[in-house]
């Protein structure tokens, strides 16, 4: 397949109804309103997102957020941790790897020296694209929550 040239640009509030909708294609069982929530707790944040067009459509995102707290495997805190999407439609095309490029650089420019992410343990395609990417795995996990009412 040809590699793509998408347009890489920082997203603003003027781009919420096309990352809303790409974080609901990757995260489909988050409500709407949670997904309102955490785009204006990104856009109010120190770290950055990236969003990915090519002619109008806006097809990937890179949300990257600042991490304080411990993160797996990292050798500071705090850290740049990515978490990232491309629309199926145009997977495998050189989107993600220049939204990953505008990240690194980014994160570079503003003194980090690593980023962290995530898959989901069943997510065997993210996991080989990390890999790929020059991302090393740290560690699994499976996480629990308690209800206390």
């Known amino acids: 397949m040809k590699k793509l040239d998408p347009e890489i640009f920082i997203a ?21 309103s949670r997904h309102a929530l955490e785009i204006q707790q990104l856009l109010a944040s120190d770290g950055v997102v990236a969003l990915a067009r090519l002619d109008d459509e ?10 304080r707290d411990h993160v797996e495997g990292t050798t500071a805190t705090p850290v740049p941790y990515l978490e990232g999407f491309v ?51 740290v560690g699994r996990t499976v996480h629990f929550v308690k209800s206390l009412t």
């Open 12 to 32: 603003t509030a003027d781009h919420t109804a096309a990352w809303s909708k790409l974080r609901h294609a990757l995260w489909p069982e988050c409500p709407p």
């Open 58 to 67: 806006i097809v990937g995102i890179a949300e990257l957020s600042i991490r």
């Open 87 to 137: 629309a199926e439609h145009i997977r495998n095309r050189g989107i993600g790897r220049a939204l990953l490029q505008f990240v690194e650089e980014w994160s570079r420019s503003h003194g980090y020296h690593e980023i962290a992410s995530d898959a989901e343990l069943h997510n065997t395609h993210s996991i080989r694209l990390h890999t790929a990417q020059g991302f090393r795995e």
